[in-house]
């Protein structure tokens, strides 16, 4: 009796977004250790022909490794809806809302996630006045990994209120995000879903000698130091992972997510608030989910084998619910 065929995945990555090359390599790292797993893989660097790529290679499951807009925003899970085609990580109602960050607290703050306050503003208001006091964040409303965040304070070098010619995110966007700046710490809990439900794998704390968290300080190797466990009270880790938990449900997350939260230490657990939730977090060997999954006890290969097994089951499971619906 023959072997079974090696399952085959197509690795997702690249596309055209601003998250490309961090995109890429964390296809690189997957599709590698897919092929240490013994499954047949196929690497995939997203053109505008993906579709006709997809149904050619006509994989098991696609590991969706792409970063940022549109492989994080819905669409090319609605692509892969309509083709018929099981992938890794959340849907297209969950990937819809995650990255935009506004209906991103409308669904979390009901239901008792704490979030900053603020509104959405056009980048044209900022040149004649501050939509809140300073200091306070300003970032895109559908943008992953920090890109474009500023912040703007007392004696920020860009004028009072924002000269029309500073570099800033307003340059690039018509409209942000504008949110009250909390002071202290940056954490970040991961949750992966298994056979048991979601859990989350731990927190970590990101210190950062000079800024903040942005594009280049979560990419650069030496520019972010990465304490896992995260050296805070029990309780604020216990809080920190339950936010994620809870995210993670009620946004309808699979596979995997990232909570991103600030906490201001001198106010203990009221100082806490989310930030975000990363539907498609980096895999990359500077990357947080990796990383947090290691300190569990779980491998990067047995991470990705993991995300493959979970997307299977996510697939069937929508197939099991059709059936039944078309019945009855």
């Known amino acids: 009796m023959s072997e079974p065929a090696p399952l085959h995945v197509a690795v997702l990555m690249g596309g055209w977004a601003n ?7 964390s296809g690189r790292g997957i599709a590698a250790a897919l092929r240490d797993k013994g499954y047949r893989v196929t690497a995939i660097d997203m053109g505008r022909d993906v579709a006709a790529r ?38 297209l109602a969950t990937s819809v809302i995650a990255i935009d960050k506004q209906l991103t607290k409308q669904t979390l703050v009901p ?86 439900g979601p859990r989350a794998l731990g927190v970590t704390e990101l210190v950062i000698a000079e800024g903040f968290y942005d594009y280049e300080h979560k990419y650069t190797e030496g520019r972010t130091e990465h304490v896992c466990p995260a050296r805070v009270p029990p309780g604020i880790a216990a809080l920190c992972e339950h936010y994620a938990l809870k995210a993670h449900r009620v946004l309808g997350c699979h596979g995997t997510s990232r909570t991103d939260f600030r906490w201001d230490d001198e106010l203990g657990e009221d100082g806490l608030f989310v930030l975000e939730t990363n539907t498609q977090p ?11 999954a290691k300190h569990a006890g779980i491998d990067y290969a047995d991470l990705v084998d993991l995300l493959v097994k979970e997307a299977l089951r996510v697939h069937r499971a929508k197939g099991q619910a059709r059936e039944r619906d078309a019945h009855g």
Do not use: C
């Open 19 to 25: 998250e490309r090359e961090v995109s890429l390599m």
């Open 54 to 91: 997809l149904a050619e290679a006509a994989p098991d499951v696609v590991f969706n490794a792409l970063h940022g807009v549109p492989g994080e925003d819905g669409s090319v899970q609605g692509m892969l809806d309509l083709m018929g085609l099981a992938y890794t990580h959340s849907g």
């Open 111 to 196: 239901h008792g996630i704490p979030m900053p306050g603020g509104r959405i503003v056009k980048s044209a208001e900022l040149f004649e006045r501050d939509p809140l006091p300073r200091p306070y964040v300003l970032k895109p409303v559908n943008e992953g990994s920090s890109v474009g965040v500023a912040i703007v304070t007392a004696d920020s070098n860009v004028g009072n209120p924002i000269h029309r010619d500073a570099p800033g995110p307003w340059q690039e966007f018509a409209e942000l995000l504008a949110e009250p700046f909390i002071k202290g710490r940056e954490l970040t809990a991961a949750v992966i879903d298994g056979t048991d």
């Open 282 to 292: 980096g895999m990359t060997p500077l990357s947080l989910v990796p990383e947090q």
